[in-house]
């Protein structure tokens, strides 16, 4: 049973930091792509981060500078550190494993990141 268990959200002040975990489970953590997304009220989810099994990042160019992904493969977790976070960072954070060779996607069950004052 393949479950990704995402941690780390909560409420932030505008302009601070917040650091996302997602821990995998009955995958093999070390043949997937893993990647963030997010998904505000009203709103189509985006893509926030990803990172292959040997460490190469990508962001869209509104996360970059901001936003960090790193994963550690022999935790089976992958991280998103959040900096200079403002009012448009309001979402739920969605983790996500794509196996490189069948593209099979899994998804976690999101964590709630709310930037409020």
């Known amino acids: 049973q393949v479950q990704l268990v995402e941690s780390g959200g909560g409420l932030v002040q505008p302009g601070g930091s917040l650091r996302l975990s997602c821990k995998a489970s009955?995958?093999?953590?070390?043949?997937?792509?893993m990647g963030w997304y997010r998904q505000a009220p009203g709103k189509q989810r985006e893509w926030v981060a990803k990172?292959?099994?040997?460490?190469?990042?990508s962001y869209p160019d509104s996360m970059k500078g901001r936003f960090s992904i790193s994963r550690d493969n022999a935790k089976n977790t992958v991280y998103l550190q959040m900096n200079s976070l403002n009012l448009e960072d309001t979402a739920v954070y969605y983790c996500?494993?794509?196996?490189?060779?069948?593209?099979?996607?899994?998804w976690g069950q999101g964590t709630q990141v709310t930037v409020s004052s």
């Open positions: 996500n494993a794509t196996q490189r060779f069948t593209l099979q996607k899994y």
């Open positions: 009955g995958i093999r953590f070390s043949i997937n792509d």
């Open positions: 990172i292959t099994p040997g460490g190469s990042t």
